[in-house]
């Protein structure tokens, strides 16, 4: 903790959201704790710590004014129309302020999505979190911060400037993912409705709707086959990415049981074992292949493998594809690494799985060889480039894709999300083009036949509905910019350079070094020569790193975990079986290196002043 005192800089950016249309000052809140929230919205780390955060609002509703600074990673997300879709999509329940050229960002020296600012009522910074689970260290600043100011008397209390936009009325609001369920009928995750719809082939007749009061973000839908079905007793599986756990759907009559999850998020980079007392983490979509559910773990950057049996207590799960180190790489399955996956579809001759890998706009695959399960690229470059361009496969890019299905010659169609189109890929000629533009947020894609010809179904989730597309004869060739995310570039000066993540534990925790040290360091970079020593993982919080001679710029992929524990309320020590919380956030920092430059980096993963 530093006793230096810093006023929170102004809140600028293009203009609000959630206010009515009125612009918020931070002196217009002066005598309320202040929560900034710094996150964009393809980001399934900062949906998890927006549903951290509701349990915050509603506790401190009338003395905390939570404020969130969308500060974007994609082009797409820079659209205020956008935006404003992505604020009712996930529920967003307070002042939203538009930072599109990350000026605000800037101006609190945020790194990673998401980051958490704390201001005081007298409008100082008094702390700066980056990364998941901090809300019960949250809780205990906040109440710290109330008693100070209160006894001070520099407490207000009152409504805050949030105002609440109209709710809007369709049959789907935002729906996910489709599946066909074989009478010619289909199934669609209803997300925003927390409902799963069963409709007739009109795309539009409901014949039933599911998971009301049960389901809360329902995305993917994976219809059984038959055999197992019939085995099991339940006819669908769903992944809920808000309760964290699969579901099952018997059409006969509607009984919906749990087949995975606890209802808690994982907070853990691992696991397995019986699927009903292992956490998930927001799993996004479903697949099956060689006899199991292919999970897409997005929150954990993992694919996983669910095993059903006939009693759901005997259900299995286990990791069946990444580290959960964030990125592209590809190779052993155990060993690779995933950026969100959040669309799966299984080749027509059980080959392999294909993959939307969202965060690093890829299209991927994992498949079973004599050594194990391998995972390959076909599209995608890394984390910060994507766009809209079409032509070999090793120079496309893609822009945040979300659904993949497989075309009746091989070929594979690409929900790709924030382009707004429909992409395929040529797995022969290793060649990608663009079957459809100005789709609305398109999430999914299946493939429909039937006695008129085959078509694409496309859900286009901001337009809340499904479309049917017809395949053209002559796929698009489209060549548009090649874009990366724009972030501040920091530099550093060549040789070694000191890495510190500041972790300060909430007051009444402490690190539990009883059994070793609880927190862990990895680091890694773009490119890997740019390091020539102090990559990999190791315990701590500091490491020295050192540049390759011939190194000018690149970027320093560096994730942490820190488990801090409950101790004692009056002796302050750890019981025996104390509770504990995990800390954890990866940082994607760009750097050139000059000389004359800082040699010492610090992140802050839990950083208080005073």
Same mark, same amino acid.
């Given at each position: 903790?530093?006793?230096?005192?810093?006023?929170?800089?102004?809140?600028?950016?293009?203009?609000?959201?959630?206010?009515?249309?009125?612009?918020?000052?931070?002196?217009?809140?002066?005598?309320?704790?202040?929560?900034?929230?710094?996150?964009?919205?393809?980001?399934?780390?900062? /949906?998890?710590?927006?549903?951290?955060?509701?349990? /915050?609002?509603?506790?401190?509703?009338?003395?905390?004014? *939570?404020?969130?600074?969308?500060?974007?990673?994609?082009?797409?997300?820079?659209?205020?129309?956008?935006?404003?879709?992505?604020?009712?999509?996930?529920?967003?329940?307070?002042?939203?302020?538009?930072?599109?050229?990350?000026?605000?960002?800037?101006?609190?020296?945020?790194?990673?999505?998401?980051?958490?600012?704390?201001?005081?009522?007298?409008?100082?910074?008094?702390?700066?979190?980056?990364?998941?689970?901090?809300?019960?260290?949250?809780?205990?600043?906040?109440?710290?911060?109330?008693?100070?100011?209160?006894?001070?008397?520099?407490?207000?209390?009152?409504?805050?400037?949030?105002?609440?936009?109209?709710?809007?009325?369709?049959?789907?609001?935002?729906?996910?993912?489709?599946?066909?369920?074989?009478?010619?009928?289909?199934?669609?995750?209803?997300?925003?409705?927390?409902?799963?719809?069963?409709? @007739?082939?009109?795309? @539009?007749?409901?014949?039933?709707?599911?998971?009301?009061?049960?389901?809360?973000?329902?995305?993917?839908?994976?219809?059984?086959?038959?055999?197992?079905?019939?085995?099991?007793?339940?006819?669908?599986?769903?992944?809920?990415?808000?309760?964290?756990?699969?579901?099952?759907?018997?059409?006969?009559?509607?009984?919906?049981?749990?087949?995975?999850?606890?209802?808690?998020?994982?907070?853990?980079?691992?696991?397995?074992?019986?699927?009903?007392?292992?956490?998930?983490?927001?799993?996004?979509?479903?697949?099956?292949?060689?006899?199991?559910?292919?999970?897409?773990?997005?929150?954990?950057?993992?694919?996983?493998?669910?095993?059903?049996?006939?009693?759901?207590?005997?259900?299995?799960?286990?990791?069946?594809?990444?580290?959960?180190?964030?990125?592209?790489?590809?190779?052993?399955?155990?060993?690779?690494?995933?950026?969100?996956?959040?669309?799966?579809?299984?080749?027509?001759?059980?080959?392999?799985?294909?993959?939307?890998?969202?965060?690093?706009?890829?299209?991927?695959?994992?498949?079973?060889?004599?050594?194990?399960?391998?995972?390959?690229?076909?599209?995608?470059?890394?984390?910060?480039?994507?766009?809209?361009?079409?032509?070999?496969?090793?120079?496309?890019?893609?822009?945040?894709?979300?659904?993949?299905?497989?075309?009746?010659?091989?070929?594979?169609?690409?929900?790709?999300?924030?382009?707004?189109?429909?992409?395929?890929?040529?797995?022969?000629?290793?060649?990608?083009?663009?079957?459809?533009?100005?789709?609305?947020?398109?999430?999914?894609?299946?493939?429909?036949?039937?006695?008129?010809?085959?078509?694409?179904?496309?859900?286009?989730?901001?337009?809340?509905?499904?479309?049917?597309?017809?395949?053209?004869?002559?796929?698009?060739?489209?060549?548009?910019?090649?874009?990366?995310?724009?972030?501040?570039?920091?530099?550093?000066?060549?040789?070694?350079?000191?890495?510190?993540?500041?972790?300060?534990?909430?007051?009444?925790?402490? *690190?539990?070094?009883?059994?070793?040290?609880?927190?862990?360091?990895?680091?890694?970079?773009?490119?890997?020569?740019?390091?020539?020593?102090?990559?990999?993982?190791?315990?701590?919080?500091?490491?020295? *790193?050192?540049?390759?001679?011939?190194?000018?710029?690149?970027? *320093?992929?560096?994730?942490?975990?820190?488990?801090?524990?409950?101790?004692?309320?009056?002796?302050?020590?750890?019981? @025996?079986?104390?509770?504990?919380?995990?800390?954890?956030?990866?940082?994607?920092?760009?750097?050139?290196?000059?000389?004359?430059?800082?040699?010492?980096?610090?992140?802050?993963?839990?950083?208080?002043?005073?």
């Amino acid at each position: 903790m530093t006793n230096l005192r810093v006023r929170a800089p102004e809140l600028t950016g293009r203009g609000w959201l959630n206010t009515g249309g009125d612009q918020v000052r931070l002196a217009d809140l002066r005598g309320k704790v202040v929560v900034l929230d710094f996150w964009t919205f393809c980001c399934v780390n900062c /949906l998890h710590v927006l549903d951290e955060l509701r349990p /915050l609002e509603a506790e401190f509703a009338d003395q905390l004014v *939570l404020i969130g600074v969308h500060s974007p990673k994609f082009e797409h997300e820079a659209d205020p129309v956008a935006l404003e879709q992505a604020v009712e999509r996930y529920a967003v329940h307070h002042p939203v302020l538009d930072d599109p050229a990350l000026t605000t960002w800037g101006a609190y020296t945020a790194r990673a999505w998401p980051t958490l600012v704390v201001i005081d009522p007298e409008g100082y910074v008094v702390g700066q979190f980056s990364g998941e689970g901090h809300a019960h260290g949250l809780t205990v600043l906040v109440r710290e911060l109330l008693e100070e100011h209160r006894a001070k008397g520099t407490l207000r209390t009152g409504d805050g400037p949030y105002v609440p936009p109209e709710p809007p009325a369709t049959a789907l609001r935002f729906p996910g993912k489709l599946a066909a369920v074989g009478d010619g009928s289909y199934l669609v995750s209803d997300t925003a409705h927390h409902q799963v719809v069963h409709l @007739e082939d009109d795309l @539009e007749t409901e014949r039933a709707r599911y998971g009301g009061g049960i389901f809360d973000s329902p995305h993917g839908v994976l219809v059984l086959p038959s055999d197992v079905a019939q085995r099991v007793g339940y006819d669908v599986l769903v992944a809920d990415t808000v309760r964290h756990q699969i579901f099952s759907i018997r059409l006969s009559d509607g009984q919906i049981r749990v087949q995975a999850g606890t209802g808690e998020q994982l907070r853990e980079r691992s696991g397995g074992g019986a699927a009903l007392r292992q956490p998930l983490s927001t799993p996004w979509d479903l697949a099956w292949w060689i006899d199991r559910a292919v999970i897409a773990m997005a929150g954990t950057h993992q694919l996983w493998a669910l095993h059903l049996a006939e009693d759901p207590n005997d259900n299995s799960v286990a990791v069946l594809a990444g580290t959960s180190q964030e990125g592209l790489r590809d190779g052993d399955a155990y060993d690779a690494w995933l950026a969100q996956p959040s669309g799966l579809a299984t080749a027509a001759d059980g080959s392999k799985v294909w993959i939307a890998d969202s965060e690093t706009s890829a299209l991927r695959s994992i498949s079973l060889t004599d050594s194990g399960f391998r995972l390959d690229s076909e599209i995608g470059k890394g984390l910060f480039d994507f766009g809209h361009v079409d032509g070999p496969a090793a120079e496309a890019l893609l822009q945040h894709p979300l659904g993949v299905t497989e075309l009746p010659d091989g070929s594979v169609a690409i929900a790709d999300t924030y382009n707004g189109a429909i992409r395929r890929f040529d797995p022969h000629a290793h060649e990608v083009s663009t079957l459809a533009t100005g789709l609305g947020e398109p999430s999914d894609v299946l493939v429909e036949t039937d006695a008129d010809g085959t078509r694409l179904l496309v859900v286009e989730s901001t337009a809340h509905r499904i479309t049917r597309v017809a395949i053209p004869a002559a796929a698009a060739r489209v060549s548009g910019a090649a874009l990366r995310t724009q972030r501040p570039v920091t530099e550093v000066a060549p040789g070694d350079l000191q890495l510190t993540v500041d972790f300060v534990p909430p007051t009444g925790q402490k *690190l539990d070094k009883r059994y070793g040290d609880p927190t862990q360091l990895t680091v890694s970079a773009s490119p890997e020569g740019l390091l020539r020593a102090g990559a990999g993982a190791a315990q701590g919080l500091t490491r020295t *790193l050192a540049f390759a001679q011939d190194a000018t710029e690149g970027v *320093l992929h560096i994730s942490v975990r820190a488990a801090a524990c409950d101790g004692d309320p009056v002796t302050g020590e750890l019981p @025996e079986h104390a509770a504990c919380h995990v800390y954890q956030q990866d940082w994607g920092i760009p750097i050139r290196l000059v000389d004359g430059a800082e040699s010492e980096l610090i992140l802050g993963l839990r950083a208080e002043h005073s």
